[in-house]
């Protein structure tokens, strides 16, 4: 049976572990908020430019771009965006999940294909890298991580439309996850590279689309515009990420910081059971002093 001083010591250090759990459930809440408010941000402009890239390939016109060039599968290659740092439960070991069953999924689709995983994210790439096989390439070197900036993810994007391009890959597809609330976020894959119709939100709301003048071209307007697209797809591909990381983290802090608090009235119980006990026997001994 443990003493009052080591009793006194456990709640001490559980007292301190509630503090920093619930410090840190504040953290990762107000960086959750702001990548809410970047993804607010950044919806006007990728709405914009999504509007223009549907009525582009809806319209009654002939125009030819590599980034649309549908070909032969033959390489595959999956941008996996998960998180650099701990304490966020499950995150990791889900999307790790996903990406497994995914794999399944695309060698029952295209069994001759490589398939190259491109993990962004020092804790996901742990996971990952367990993945590789003889038809399975891991390329950790991706020049990003979780928390990149517009710049870093610019260059990724750049990069990624060059092997495109070039035909390392014929296919580029990511697996993220998607934010939806704090409570509830949303594994899911999207295709990139070469970018179908079907993947713009914009055709899914009922736009009608209406006939325009192309100036200077469409091959121009396409070559402009499919750059900007795929960049503010990337954009938010990764703070969908960084927010779904923080609310995953915040829930982990949060249950962290509800079982701190549950032990810590345990030990206070026990604590004040076995101080009233230690008094009450000092009581009888002096009450059975005085009789004798």
Request: glycine content about 4%; proline content about 3%.
């Amino acid at each position: 049976m443990a003493t009052l001083r080591e009793l006194k010591a456990r709640i001490g250090s559980v007292a301190s572990s509630e503090k920093i759990t619930g410090a840190m459930k504040m953290i990762s809440s107000a960086k959750m908020h702001k990548a809410e408010q970047a993804l607010r941000q950044l919806k006007p402009y990728r709405s914009q430019v999504e509007t223009i890239i549907a009525n582009l390939l809806s319209a009654d016109v002939e125009f030819a771009s590599p980034l649309l060039e549908s070909r032969e599968i033959r390489s595959i290659a999956m941008v996996i965006l998960g998180s650099d740092d701990g304490l966020c439960g499950a995150y990791n070991v889900n999307i790790c999940k996903q990406v497994t069953a995914h794999i399944a999924k695309l060698k029952e689709e295209y069994p001759e294909a490589t398939i190259t995983l491109l993990p962004v994210g020092s804790k996901i790439v742990k996971q990952v890298v367990k993945l590789s096989s003889a038809s399975i390439t891991v390329d950790t070197n991706t020049g990003v991580d979780s928390k990149s900036d517009q710049a870093a993810v610019r260059m990724f994007t750049a990069r990624l439309r060059e092997d495109f391009m070039s035909g390392r890959f014929d296919l580029i597809e990511s697996l993220s996850t998607h934010y939806h609330s704090v409570s509830r976020q949303r594994i899911e894959t999207r295709r990139l590279l070469p970018v179908e119709a079907s993947s713009l939100s914009v055709g899914s709301q009922g736009v009608v689309i209406k006939p325009y003048i192309f100036e200077p071209s469409p091959e121009a307007i396409v070559d402009t515009v499919l750059p900007l697209f795929q960049l503010a797809v990337m954009q938010d591909l990764f703070t969908q990420n960084q927010a779904s990381e923080q609310a995953a983290r915040v829930m982990a802090m949060q249950s962290a910081n509800d079982n701190a608090r549950k032990l810590l009235e345990q030990l206070r119980l026990e604590y004040n059971k076995l101080r009233q006990q230690s008094i009450t026997n000092e009581l009888l001994d002096i009450v059975g002093g005085q009789v004798r």
